[in-house]
Nanobody
């Protein structure tokens, strides 16, 4: 059974930093593209950052220059380093694992990030 468990969310002041982690109980983790999405209240879920199995990254415009996605295949973990956080970054952040060759697609339950003074 596959589990993605996010951690690291919380309350942070504007300009602060957080590091989110997603631990995945997935066989052959390195074969998956990993991504972070977020959903703010009243808004649709949106892609924040993606890191493919091949090492390519893409970021939402709002995340470029402030967020960094990385992975440790030995630990089956993906990270999202978030700097210079803004109130508009407030959302539930979800971890996603996608294997393009099979269409397998898994989601975590999310971790709440609140940016407020």
């Amino acid at each position: 059974q596959v589990h993605l468990v996010e951690s690291g969310g919380g309350l942070v002041q504007p300009g602060g930093s957080l590091r989110l982690s997603c631990a995945a109980s997935i066989s052959m983790f390195s074969y998956y593209d990993m991504a972070w999405y977020r959903q703010a209240p009243g808004k649709e879920r949106e892609l924040v950052a993606r890191l493919t199995r091949g090492g390519s990254t893409n970021y939402a415009e709002s995340a470029k220059g402030r967020f960094t996605i990385s992975r440790d295949n030995a630990k089956n973990t993906v990270y999202l380093e978030m700097n210079n956080l803004k109130p508009e970054d407030t959302a539930v952040y979800y971890c996603n694992a996608f294997r393009s060759t099979s269409g397998l697609d898994f989601w975590g339950k999310g971790t709440l990030v609140t940016v407020s003074s």
